[in-house]
């Protein structure tokens, strides 16, 4: 069964003016929320809380990455906020994954996924760093392992997620930054898809920033990329 709230929107921003500005023109009923690290490393847990006390799920994007206790406690301490996602990075290992999982117990009601290969690298930048292999090889060697460890899904490139599907089981979640609507400059983004395509490719949710962060009528431009994605899919 689809998705029927795919989207998150990306607050990034340097002030929390700027960011209930934007949290009072959206409807948690069409879209849930996503803060990464620049706000919650300026404003903290309290603005988590009042992004969900707005009625918005938060899809918390710190990608932790430490030894295992260390993100296990973050990970828990994430939860006790009352998110709805949390995620670490698949490179942190099988340890420190299982950790993370184990945490938040065997019902939990916040989602743990992790990231596999940023969507800002391309595989001559992983060669830099010593991974061999294609971009995609490395997003299919993490996956597998995160899958492994119990995690509900995976940070991934929409055009990434054809390969995962075939690989993974149907329910494993597949998260997909980088969307573009149709358009919408890609950015700095290196590996982007449009947000049907990327529905179509088998992507579950979709992290919008951007295109709706800076639009003139954040709100209608949300509804545009919905009609988007139900007219061609």
Known sequence: MRETKPLIIALDFANTREAFLLVDQLDPALCRVKIGKEMFTRFGPDLVKRVINSGFEVFLDLK????????????????????????????????????????????????????????????????EVGVQGTAEEQVMRLARLAADCGLDGVVCSARETALLRQGLQPDFLLITPGIRPVGDSAGDQKRTETPAAALAMGSNYLVIGRPVTQATDPLLKLKQILHEIHSKI
């Open 64 to 127: 932790f990455h430490d030894i295992p206790n260390t993100v296990a406690g973050a990970v828990a301490a994430a939860a006790d906020l009352g998110i709805w996602m949390v995620n670490v990075h698949a490179s942190g290992g099988r340890a420190m994954m299982e950790a993370a999982r184990n945490c938040l117990g065997e019902n939990p009601t916040t989602k743990l996924i992790a990231v596999t290969v940023l969507t800002s690298l391309a595989s001559s930048d992983l060669h």
